[in-house]
DNA sequence: TGAATGACTTCGG
DNA sequence: CCCGAAGCCATTC
């Protein structure tokens, strides 16, 4: 079993301050983390996420605000469902108003 | 140890 | 903004 590095629990810890509604990117999560540019490494803690069922992993998208790990989760509009559930509209893939929901835990933290 | 992979980002055209 | 290619770093085989 790959123990928890600080690193995922660091994500899965941004990930849960991200507020209800609103959006966040990986780029800006690994940044926050200090490790910029490890933005890959953002979506793999989040795939250890699945340890906590309590990361919303639903609302960390790509700096484009498109639903890219979509995939990765049960259904395959689930993670869509989420988010509109939270209020976020989202039009396919992408959410509409991205740049208004977007939360940057480096600029808001 | 080295090569491959990936829920990304940035740069050049 | 779209497209293609390179860079990044941790994990896995």
Redo the contacts with the bound molecule.
């Keep these: 079993m790959?123990e928890s590095?600080g690193?995922?629990k660091k994500v899965h810890e941004v990930a849960k301050l991200v507020p209800f509604g609103r959006v966040t990117?990986?780029?800006?999560i690994?940044r926050y983390l200090g490790?910029a540019?490890?933005?890959?490494?953002?979506?793999?803690a989040?795939?250890a996420?699945?340890n906590d069922p309590d990361v919303p992993?639903?609302r960390?998208v790509?700096?484009?605000g498109?639903l890219?790990?979509?995939?990765?989760?049960e259904g395959t509009n689930l993670?869509q469902q989420l988010l509109e559930s939270e209020g976020v509209v989202v039009k396919g893939n992408q959410i509409q108003n991205f740049e208004e929901l977007f939360w940057d835990p480096g600029k808001e933290l």
Aim: glycine share 12%; charged share 10%; proline share 0%.
């Design positions: 790959s590095t690193f995922f990117s990986y780029g800006a690994a490790s540019g490890s933005a890959r490494m953002v979506g793999w989040m795939n996420s699945h992993a639903h960390v790509n700096r484009k498109l890219t790990g979509k995939h990765h989760f993670m």
